[in-house]
């Protein structure tokens, strides 16, 4: 069992910075791919991006390459989110996900644990 908890959602000014932590507990974090994805309201959940185990692959979505950076620190049970360049079509509530497949998952349905999401709220 993976118990995942996000943080450092909030409101901010188109152009702008934020880095989310997904913290999760248990001693097998490192035998997880995490991903994260957001949910805009009215909106289904969508992918942005992974980091494999040992944080040596990651992977994104289009819409966000080159501003969102992915990394892992299995020390620590963390995964960061960078996001750069923030623009209002970045607001959503963000949701870190845990998966004990071995490729770096996509899609929902692959990823067995789910944090509550934080909400990130990008002003124009």
């Known amino acids: 069992q993976v118990q995942l908890v996000e943080s450092g959602g909030g409101l901010v000014q188109a152009g702008a910075s934020l880095r989310l932590a997904c913290v999760a507990s248990?001693?097998?974090?490192?035998?997880?791919?995490v991903g994260w994805f957001r949910q805009a309201p009215g909106k289904e959940r969508f992918f942005l991006s992974v980091?494999?185990?040992?944080?040596?692959?990651?992977d994104y979505a289009d819409s966000v390459k080159g501003r969102f950076t992915i990394s892992r620190d299995n020390a620590k049970n963390t995964v960061y989110l960078q996001m750069n360049s923030l623009k209002p079509e970045d607001t959503a509530v963000y949701y870190c996900?845990?998966?004990?497949?071995?490729?770096?998952?996509?899609?929902?349905?692959?990823?067995?644990?789910w944090g509550q999401g934080t909400q990130v709220t990008v002003s124009s």
């Open positions: 996900a845990a998966s004990s497949r071995w490729a770096s998952p996509t899609l929902v349905h692959e990823y067995n644990y």
């Open positions: 980091i494999s185990r040992g944080g040596g692959f990651t």
């Open positions: 248990g001693r097998t974090f490192s035998s997880y791919a």
